[in-house]
């Protein structure tokens, strides 16, 4: 669970860094961009495959995590990306389950997910001003998924749409689908249009 | 240390066996700033620009983004030291020359020349902007009384000669000393011009623009040991050019795939082999490095040899990636080893070994559990550089808070020194550095929480044959210098 969260923080960071990217001075920086999609790649796969803490408790010999002391680890297979059925049934019903157990496995996110038990202090200061922001972002789960699997799709998928100044990255993707309104994310599965901070800033990029 | 440094006819020792990096005999020479700020501060406070050369001034905020050093390379002989800043400036100063009078300030390098080497400028058709920063500079061996560098940005490289002057021609016929032309019926003597001497000018002209061969960012340059060909290194390509030919380049390495959406690495850093013309090295941001011959096909997409350390898996985590990828690639100067510089570690490989490196050096490994806070303010990005010193003994690379770090491949020393106003001394010897890791900090440690992480050593240079060492702190020069006794 608190992989998920700490994915979810990472998914969007590397997202804004992305976005930052395009007004940068010089143009975009391929090697900087592709690195972050690597990041983002690996919280996309830990995300999905992270699972519930109702399927947790299921037979899994890992004890379910408590407060302040973060889970052994993932399940072994943390970075092999999850089998494509799983993914499109992602399913939003998921929300309500989490959202009770929600400050709790917050306060545990302070490891990264390879190193348990290793606290980062200097995240520590930052956790009040991220509390709130979970919080929020915790009720868009469905939509968190959806741009997972649109920005871990592939390499391009993050640089579509990018500005003119990336047209050197975009070369190849010229024949993708287009999507009708101008700005849209180019992808294969219904462009998320629902108007919250977050995904607004996405569709934008 | 032991042994001679600098004997009293000029000519430095070889450096023997013994050295090392010691427990920090390391003394201070001076510490320089751009000429500009140097100016500025001559015409308000009305001071000797020696004597600021080589005294400790307060903070102020003269320093802009445009003057953060960007690169730093001394040339073959070490007489000269060029840096490279954000604004495109090159500055390049010459080390004071030996005299009797002033033994001490041997070792002390002024400023010799300065230019402006690139501009920015806006590509049009990409509607981008071309950033005039200098990514690096590369000297050419000497092989006239002129100096000559490749220094490059994102897109061009440029051959700039420097040559000083030091004579001027007077008593034209056809003109005045002004330089205008005379009324030829005023003339009515005939005279031959005489050389007389001048107050000695250096000056700096572009002699080659290699222009319009890199579509991504140019990250590297190295000099072939032919003295006739150079390199150009992008994100995807790399290109071969000879000096005298600027309109077309060869193209020897190409990893951009036929589909973008397949990429998955890209190149970081190259240089050629020392000796072997025909032989060069690049490094990937998957953490691998590739030895290309350049007589087994005209393009090199094919490597002779593949170096790569397995992944440790106890290590895996979202940042896996970032921090292999390397930063840096350098030749030992015997041409033997290659030195990498990943974000945590150096690692000397032996060219025959491609399977693992020979030796792993851990730079800062209390940052490894803070990767993610690095991730977020992008230090994980941060790309250092590293350096062999002349006898490739000893090597040194840059780290957070003004440190920089020292390893001794011999003894297995390390150690850890700051380049910074507060915490020395001009002559004095610097206090070795110590991070406190966990646990009680004891006197003079540094906890890991206070590094300043805006404060970063990312290039540094390590004079050929002798003990000194350049080290660019943001806008400051730091010039340390082995101890003489």
Known sequence: ?205 | MLGPWCSPTGSPAPLSCETGCGEGSWILVCRLLVPTQVSLLSMEEDIDTRKINNSFLRDHSYATEADIISTVEFNHTGELLATGDKGGRVVIFQREQESKNQVHRRGEYNVYSTFQSHEPEFDYLKSLEIEEKINKIRWLPQQNAAYFLLSTNDKTVKLWKVSERDKRPEGYNLKDEEGRLRDPATITTLRVPVLRPMDLMVEATPRRVFANAHTYHINSISVNSDYETYMSADDLRINLWNFEITNQSFNIVDIKPANMEELTEVITAAEFHPHHCNTFVYSSSKGTIRLCDMRASALCDRHTKFFEEPEDPSNRSFFSEIISSISDVKFSHSGRYIMTRDYLTVKVWDLNMENRPIETYQVHDYLRSKLCSLYENDCIFDKFECVWNGSDSVIMTGSYNNFFRMFDRNTKRDVTLEASRENSKPRAILKPRKVCVGGKRRKDEISVDSLDFSKKILHTAWHPSENIIAVAATNNLYIFQDKVN
């Open chain 1, 1 to 205: 669970m608190e992989f998920k969260l700490e994915a979810h923080r990472i998914v969007s960071i590397s997202l804004g860094k992305i976005y930052n990217s395009r007004g940068q001075r010089g143009g975009i920086k391929l090697h900087k961009n592709l690195l972050v999609s690597l990041v983002l790649r690996s919280a996309r796969q830990v995300y999905l495959s992270d699972p519930c803490p109702g399927l947790y408790l299921a037979g899994s010999p890992v004890p379910p995590p408590q407060p302040g002391e973060p889970a052994a680890g993932p399940p072994a297979g943390w970075g092999e990306p999850p089998p494509p059925a799983a993914r499109a049934a992602w399913p939003e019903p998921e929300t309500p389950p989490e959202r009770p157990a929600g400050p709790d496995a917050r306060r545990a996110v302070d490891a990264e997910p390879a190193a348990p038990g290793a606290g980062d202090t200097l995240q520590g200061g930052e956790e009040p001003a991220g509390g709130a922001a979970a919080e929020e972002e915790e009720m868009e789960t469905g939509n968190v998924a959806n741009l997972i699997s649109i920005f871990g799709s592939s390499f391009s998928g993050l640089l579509r749409k990018s500005p003119a100044g990336g047209r050197e990255e975009a070369e190849a993707e010229e024949s993708g689908p287009e999507a009708a309104e101008p700005g849209q994310i180019c992808c294969d599965q219904p462009v998320l249009r629902d108007i919250n901070p977050w995904s607004t800033a996405i569709v934008a990029f």
